[in-house]
């Protein structure tokens, strides 16, 4: 069977910064630590005054089809996933291909365009969907461009503000792909949460603390799935673990959580027995409760010993690099972690072609969905293409005053002049509403 995956992907973040240990945590009043240590996070990316969801979109997109060479008439769907939309019926992709078609002589007219929700999770589906339109031998000959974009924004005071973030990854999905192939394998763990939604609504209602639980109930339900079709999974199977990374913290228990499973009944629970005991099995206690507090006492030893720290530290450190500075992308989250952990091995000169990627998706409402991934021969082009570490470093790091004032702007029930605090150069704006009060786009050379 033909290899069906992510031939290239390109970044986008947002150009303006927040430091959250000199800027938000001062103004707070709060520990830095709370934010860098606990939360595992350093800085939010924020989109300028003439940035959105779709200008983010199509400067990810261009990127990526100038540097792959591509026009138009190679591109056959657009699947745009975001959960920050601002039109219930026109969807973003229509607005994303606006944009590219003012720097393209072709059109898109011959383009299945489309908007993927449910919460993050929607980037890997629209990925999914990609992936099956080629599998299905409906893609005559065309690959398809898929891009996740989020100004992830919480209310002003809501837990959830420290971990804001905006930006938008570009993926060229295609048969005999140079970065990543995606296994036909996938787990599902999925039910009916409400730990965070926002009906009709731009900031979210987030119940913060069981929206962790959820997330680590349903990814464990979408690992186990996952073993069902693609046998059991064992920790040096994978060279890195992608998760969706709200904030760093939440991964390292996923983690955690992920590690025990795998080594449930395998030599590295046996090694590890001197030392910390065997795993508790349910069917030895006489109520949950019991069997649950013996749980965590293991966890709380397996996360002390060597063999967890040195995985932990090889296989899921590695993709948290770009997240930490710029926070919570939702549908581009889980997407810039691949990203951080093949940078990694090209930082460390290692040759992974082949090696494997278990990637680990999860969407608010709740799903999580596992895959895997084959890294392909051609990454590390791929990969030493990426601008994104650049990008991070050239954003306008705002003060306090500035936050407020750039959280009014993209406020949606709000209208709020703003100057923007960064120049564009060669990239789409946002150039302000037309007639039916639809967004205008620009590209300024
Ligand atoms: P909080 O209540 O302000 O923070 O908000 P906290 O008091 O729980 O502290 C956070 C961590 O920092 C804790 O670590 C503290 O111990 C530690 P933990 O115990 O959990 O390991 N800490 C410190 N460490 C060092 N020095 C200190 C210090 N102080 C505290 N001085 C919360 C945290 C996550 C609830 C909040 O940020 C929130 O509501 N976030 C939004 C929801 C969220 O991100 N949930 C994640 C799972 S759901 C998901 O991923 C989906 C999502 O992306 C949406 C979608 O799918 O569309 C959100």
Redesign the pocket.
């Given at each position: 069977m033909t290899a069906v995956g992510i031939d290239a992907m390109e970044i986008w973040t947002g150009k303006l910064k927040l430091d959250l240990a000199e800027t938000f945590a001062a103004e707070k009043g709060e520990?830095p630590?709370?934010y860098t240590?606990?939360?595992g996070l350093f800085a939010s990316s924020f989109p300028d005054a003439h940035e959105d969801i779709v200008t983010m979109g199509a400067n990810a997109a261009h990127r990526l089809m100038e540097r792959k060479g591509l026009t138009p008439a190679d591109i056959g769907r657009i699947d745009v996933a975001t959960?920050s939309a601002f039109d219930n019926s026109k969807p973003v992709s229509t607005y994303i291909a606006g944009c590219l078609e003012q720097v393209y002589e072709e059109d898109f007219h011959h383009a299945n365009k489309g908007e993927r929700k449910f919460?993050?999770?929607a980037g890997t589906q629209s990925l999914d969907d990609a992936y099956n339109w080629i599998r299905a031998g409906r893609n005559r000959g065309r690959s398809a461009l898929v891009v996740a974009t989020d100004t992830a924004l919480y209310a002003r005071g809501d837990?959830?503000e420290?971990?804001q973030g905006a930006g938008a990854v570009a993926m060229l999905v295609t048969e005999d792909p140079d970065l990543v192939e995606l296994s036909t394998e996938q787990g599902y763990g999925s039910a009916d949460e409400t730990?965070?939604l926002k009906p009709n609504q731009q900031f979210p209602s987030?119940d913060?603390?069981r929206?962790?639980q959820v997330?680590l109930a349903r990814m464990r339900e979408a690992l186990e799935d996952f073993e069902s079709v693609a046998g059991d999974t064992h920790p040096d199977d994978f060279a890195f673990i992608p998760y969706?990374t709200?904030?760093p913290?939440?991964v390292r228990k996923a983690g955690l959580l992920g590690y025990r499973h795998m080594i449930r009944g395998t030599e590295v629970e046996d090694e590890l027995a001197d030392e910390i005991g065997r795993q508790p099995r349910e069917e030895e206690f006489d109520d949950r409760e019991s069997y649950e507090e013996a749980i965590r006492g293991y966890m709380d030893d397996l996360k002390s010993t060597d063999q967890y720290r040195e995985w932990y530290a090889e296989v899921v450190e590695p993709t948290l690099s770009i997240s930490r500075e710029v926070g919570?992308w939702?549908t581009g989250?889980v997407h810039i972690a691949r990203a951080a952990a093949l940078q990694y091995a090209a930082e460390e000169d290692r040759d992974v072609t082949g090696d494997r990627l278990l990637v680990g998706s999860?969407?608010?409402g709740a799903q999580a969905e596992i895959h895997a991934e084959t890294i392909q021969e051609g990454w590390r082009e791929e990969v030493d293409a990426l601008n994104v570490d650049e990008q991070i470093r050239n954003r306008y790091d705002i003060s306090f005053e500035e936050y407020e004032q750039v959280h009014d702007r993209h406020n949606h029930d709000k209208s709020v002049e703003l100057a923007a605090f960064t120049e564009p150069d060669g990239e789409f704006v946002f150039a302000g509403r037309g007639a039916m009060d639809e967004r205008t786009y620009d590209y300024v050379e």
């Open positions: 520990d630590e709370k240590k606990g939360l959960e919460a993050c999770i837990p959830g420290a971990t730990d965070f987030v913060g603390k929206s962790m997330y969706h709200p904030f913290g939440m919570n939702y989250s999860y969407g608010s």
